[in-house]
């Protein structure tokens, strides 16, 4: 299975070290922000289809969005769709973008956001935060026009005795959902 890995990502010999161990693909968030030129460099060394750029983005009770790294944790004073087009110019990829408030809640994945980043760029962008049941992923890919949808807490999640509990629909169920 494809995988992609994240985390503490600063260099290219990372990078290198991390595709030689069998991964698909690279993310970086916080360095890409801290340092743009790692995007252009490990896609200049590896192609820009190995490099994920990911960017966590809590939208303010003004209704305005701000991009966060350090796990969603440090503001950066960003606008998404400012530093999307940043990490496009740039040479990723592809975009990772998690809604910081709807993660995890399973309501829904945030069409607004998402919206504004694909209108603004003409790499694939990729919805995470919110998805709770198929037809979440439908509307993100009919509303929003994201290349694709990451879910986590829709496969696994624990339950009240602690339990870690796996749920996966089935093929068919997917492809009425999406129309495939």
């Known amino acids: 299975m494809p995988f992609t890995v994240g985390g503490g990502i600063k260099d290219v ?5 991390i595709l030689n161990t069998g991964a698909e693909k690279v993310s970086i968030n916080t360095y890409a922000i801290e340092n743009p030129r790692l995007i252009r460099e490990a896609s200049e060394a590896f192609g820009n289809q190995f490099i994920v750029c990911s960017m ?14 350090i796990a969603g944790t440090k503001p950066t004073g960003l606008n998404p769709v400012d530093l999307a087009k940043k990490f496009e110019e740039m040479r990723a990829g592809k975009l990772l973008v998690t809604s910081i408030n709807h993660e995890g809640l399973r309501q829904g994945y945030d069409l607004d956001l998402l919206k504004q980043v694909t209108d603004s760029v003409r790499i694939p962008v990729i919805a995470f935060g919110g998805g709770g049941c ?34 996966f629909p089935s093929r068919q169920e997917i492809e009425e959902t999406l129309n495939i």
């Not at 010999?13 to 070290?17: A, F, G, L, N």
């Not at 198929?134 to 339990?163: C, Q, T």
Request: with cysteine; hydrophobic share 40%.
């Open 13 to 17: 010999e990372t990078i290198k070290e």
């Open 134 to 167: 198929l037809e979440d992923f439908s509307k993100a890919v009919k509303e929003s026009n994201v290349s694709a949808v990451s879910a986590g807490s829709f496969f696994v999640f624990h339950s009240r005795w602690r339990a870690v509990l796996i749920s």
């Open 56 to 69: 966590d983005v809590k939208k303010h009770r003004d209704g305005t969005y701000e991009a966060y790294c």
